[in-house]
C-alpha cells in the first residue's frame, strides 16, 4: 500500500496539474492526425514516453503497454527501448514492479498492487525484442513472488479473496475478467520468452470462456452480476484470449445495447449502481462509472471494424470530431460527451494512446 505521503504528493501535484490545465487548456494546431503525431511527439520526453503531458506526465506501466504495439508501427522503437530500460531499472532499484513510476523516479502503487503490471510490462518487452537478459534474475524473481501473491492454485485464476488495482483502479472487484485475461496474456509472452512459467499448465482461454461467459457477454467478474462492462468484453479478444466471432458479434452487440459506445466509445458501465469503488472516488465521482474513456475507444473501434464496418468508421469519425474541436487528444469525457471534471479534477490532455488512434 502506498503511504500517506506519497498519495499527498501525487494527488496535490495532479490537482495543480489538472486547475492549470483547465485555465489554459493545450491545443494543437492541425487535422486529427496532424494532433496526434504531436501529441506523440510531445509525451516523450528525452528518457521515457510519459502517459500524458498534463496530468501524468510520468511512466504508467499499462498505459505504455496499451501503446507499444502502436508507438512500434509509428517508428518509435529506439524511444520505446529506451522507456523500458529506465523503468526496469527503477524497479529493479526498488525490488518491485508498480503500476507508475513517479516524475521524481519513484516506483509507486496505486491504490495497490495492481494484477496488470507485470502482464504489461513483459507483454511491452516481447513486442518491442527489448534485450531482457541482463533483467532475467529479476523479473522471474518478480514472477514467482506474482504468483504467489495474485493467483489461487487450485483454479489458476486471480484470488477473489484478495484487493488488487487493476484498469479501473478506483472500483473495488473480484477476480474480474480483465484481470484474468491479463493473467492468460502473462502466461503465452513467458512462454515465448522462454522465461519461466508457473501459468502454464492452465488453460486461460478455457478458464475464462467457462468462467466469465454468460452465452451473451462476459461478466466483470466473478461476483457475476447481470451488467455489461466495456473493458471485460473488449479484452478477451483483443488479448487473444476470445478468437470465436461469434462471440465477439454477440459481446459488442450487448455493449451496443448498453449504449457504452454512446456517443462515443467506450464507457465501463451504464451506470454505477452495481460497482463499489474505493474512498478517493469520492474526489471523482463517476470517472470510472460512465465515463467515456479514450483508452478504450479505439481498441473498441477496432474490433467493430471485423464486423460492422460502417459502425466502426461512424464512431471513429466522432473521435475525429472531438480531436479537432478540442485540439488534443482528451483522456476522459462524461457521459454526454463532454470534456469530464469534477470539482477536484478535470480530464487530462495530451494522452500518449493517441498512438492507438493513429493506427486504427
Not at 86 to 105: L, S, V, W
Not at 198 to 203: I, L, M, N, V
Request: hydrophobic share 35%.
Amino acid at each position: 500500500m502506498a503511504s500517506i505521503i506519497d498519495y499527498a504528493m501525487q494527488g496535490s501535484r495532479i490537482f495543480l496539474s489538472s486547475v492549470k490545465s483547465r485555465l489554459a487548456p493545450k491545443k494543437y494546431t492541425g487535422n486529427d492526425k496532424e494532433i496526434c503525431h504531436q501529441v506523440i511527439k510531445d509525451c516523450w520526453n528525452g528518457r521515457y514516453f510519459q502517459t500524458s503531458t498534463t496530468n501524468f506526465p510520468q511512466f504508467w506501466t499499462r498505459d505504455f503497454g496499451w501503446c507499444v504495439q502502436s508507438l512500434l508501427k509509428l517508428g518509435y522503437e529506439k524511444e520505446v527501448q529506451q522507456t523500458l530500460r529506465y523503468a526496469i531499472n527503477r524497479f529493479k532499484a526498488e525490488n518491485k514492479i508498480t503500476t507508475t513510476i513517479t516524475p521524481g523516479g519513484k516506483p509507486f502503487d496505486f491504490p495497490t498492487m495492481s494484477v496488470d503490471s507485470l502482464p504489461w510490462l513483459i507483454h511491452s518487452i516481447r513486442l518491442s525484442h527489448f534485450d531482457f537478459h541482463p533483467f532475467i534474475p529479476f523479473l522471474e524473481k518478480e514472477i514467482k513472488k506474482y504468483f504467489k501473491q495474485v493467483i489461487s492454485p487450485n483454479t489458476g485464476l486471480v484470488n477473489p479473496e484478495k484487493k488488487f488495482s487493476s484498469i479501473k483502479d478506483f472500483a473495488v472487484r473480484k477476480s474480474s475478467c480483465y484481470d484474468n485475461c491479463m493473467v492468460g496474456l502473462l502466461s503465452q509472452d513467458l512462454t515465448k520468452l522462454r522465461l519461466y512459467n508457473p501459468f502454464k499448465d492452465y488453460d486461460y482461454p478455457d478458464l475464462i470462456k467457462r468462467h466469465f461467459w454468460n452465452g451473451k457477454y462476459f461478466y466483470d467478474d466473478l461476483t457475476k452480476q447481470d451488467y455489461v462492462a466495456g473493458d471485460a468484453n473488449v479484452f478477451p479478444f483483443v488479448l487473444g484470449m476470445c478468437t470465436d466471432k461469434e462471440m465477439l458479434q454477440s459481446a459488442l452487440t450487448a455493449i451496443a445495447d448498453a449504449e457504452l459506445d454512446v456517443p462515443l466509445p467506450l464507457k465501463y458501465t451504464a451506470e454505477r449502481k452495481n460497482v463499489k469503488f474505493i474512498w478517493q472516488e469520492v474526489f471523482l465521482k463517476d470517472y470510472e462509472s460512465d465515463a467515456i474513456w479514450t483508452h478504450l475507444g479505439p481498441l473498441y473501434i477496432r474490433l467493430l471494424q471485423q464486423v460492422n464496418k460502417e459502425k466502426a468508421l461512424t464512431l471513429k469519425n466522432n473521435y475525429k470530431k472531438k480531436i479537432e474541436k478540442h485540439k488534443n487528444y482528451l483522456e476522459v469525457f462524461s457521459a454526454p460527451g463532454q470534456p469530464y471534471r469534477s470539482a477536484f479534477y478535470s480530464s487530462d490532455r495530451g494522452m500518449l494512446w493517441a498512438a492507438n488512434y493513429l493506427t486504427l
